[in-house]
């Protein structure tokens, strides 16, 4: 059982940063690959990042590609979401999730998730 919780959201205009973390309870987080997703008002919970267990491997969604960094950091069981360049179109709740079966774009994947935390940025 893993319990994650967000943090790091807030308001923002167009280029700026922010940093999201997503801290992790249990002794077992470094066995699972981690993620963000988002999810925007009206719209379907989408894929942003992910990274597996180890930090070796990463994955981007096209739309944040060069923009957004994801970190972990196993001893301190966070992950974190390193965002740059901020976009009005990464208005959303962004959720970080856990998947025991390895690093993973599609939600289903992912058994674990935090309550979100609200990223809004203003044009």
């Known amino acids: 059982q893993v319990q994650l919780v967000e943090s790091g959201g807030g308001l923002v205009q167009a280029g700026g940063s922010l940093r999201l973390s997503c801290a992790a309870s249990?002794?077992?987080?470094?066995?699972?690959?981690m993620g963000w997703f988002r999810q925007a008002p009206g719209k379907e919970r989408e894929f942003v990042t992910a990274i597996s267990w180890s930090g070796s491997n990463t994955y981007y969604a096209d739309s944040v590609k060069g923009r957004f960094t994801i970190s972990r950091d196993n001893a301190r069981n966070t992950v974190y979401l390193q965002m740059n360049s901020l976009k009005p179109e990464d208005t959303a709740v962004y959720y970080c999730?856990?998947?025991?079966?390895?690093?993973?774009?599609?939600?289903?994947?992912?058994?674990?998730w935090g309550q979100g935390t609200q990223v809004t940025v203003s044009s």
């Open positions: 249990g002794r077992t987080f470094s066995s699972y690959a």
């Open positions: 999730a856990a998947s025991p079966a390895g690093i993973a774009t599609q939600t289903a994947w992912y058994a674990y």
